[in-house]
């Protein structure tokens, strides 16, 4: 019965998910057609959703075109997986010091905020002139833009463990350790998952700063590319891809949280 319990669960889920994308995927076409005529954009420099297919699929060039693009967004989704890794699991890492080691939060949360407000064009220079132009320097532009909103969610997350389970492990003799492990992660599941929701689209915008401003690679040079040489049709295609991108894999994180959180005993309760 549990099992099958988990089944459906896991289909509502997904139902839930391609409901939730396709809704996604309506609003953003609507908003983008509604814009172009609000504003009154010219036809040569504002493309609209049709433009942008017949770019793709119907013109001579289209096959040409498709490849273009695709291979430059697989160049900014390896870009993009480069800045979550680093930033997720440093933001992991020094979640858990936080936790363990308050004098550590109290002496370098300050420090990190007023790093999180310098803009990260004005830091662009710096993190070039020290990693050069190629994946280090992807992945510390990624990093930073994940790293700082993960940091302050999954620090709140290992915070909210309750009370009596943490008195519990001391009671018992437990470490810290033993009481970040056993409680205070499992407790901590949903905002890891808000961490990550969160940082997918982070990991694309940093991944695209990156191409732009260090290796001229990816979506994120393309764009400025074709916007710099008139190819309007390329930057609208361009952009159209990583923004449905983005959505998509925002819709596949929260599917699968909802799906863990089942699992874990942790999913909100909804009414039939």
Do not use: C, H
């Amino acid at each position: 019965m549990t099992s099958q319990a988990q089944r459906l669960g896991a289909l509502k889920s997904l139902g839930r998910a391609a409901l939730g994308l396709l809704v996604s995927l309506a609003v953003v076409l609507l908003l983008w057609v509604a814009l172009l005529k609000l504003f009154n954009i010219s036809p040569f420099v504002g493309k609209g959703p049709l433009d942008v297919f017949n770019f793709l699929f119907t013109v001579p060039a289209s096959a040409g075109n498709r490849l273009a693009v695709l291979q430059n967004l697989g160049q900014t989704m390896i870009d993009a997986s480069l800045g979550f890794a680093a930033g997720m699991v440093g933001a992991a890492v020094v979640a858990g010091v936080f936790v363990l080691f308050r004098g550590v939060e109290n002496a370098l949360m300050p420090i990190a905020m007023l790093l999180r407000s310098v803009p990260l064009v004005a830091l662009a220079p710096i993190i070039i002139l020290i990693f050069g132009r190629q994946e280090p320097a992807v992945a510390a532009i990624g990093g930073i833009v994940v790293l700082f909103p993960a940091l302050v969610t999954i620090v709140f997350g290992l915070r909210s463990a309750s009370p009596a389970m943490l008195e519990v492990v001391d009671v018992y003799g437990g470490s810290r350790w033993a009481a970040l492990k056993k409680v205070a992660l499992p407790s901590s599941l949903p905002a890891f998952f808000t961490a990550v929701k969160v940082s997918v689209p982070g990991a694309v915008t940093g991944a695209l700063l990156a191409e732009w401003l260090a290796t001229g690679k990816g979506i994120g040079y393309a764009i400025i590319s074709a916007v710099s040489r008139a190819r309007n049709n390329e930057a609208w295609a361009a952009v159209l891809v990583i923004t449905l991108v983005s959505i998509i894999l925002y819709a596949i994180v929260a599917t699968l949280e909802d799906v863990m959180l089942r699992r874990s005993g942790q999913a909100p309760s909804t009414s039939a």
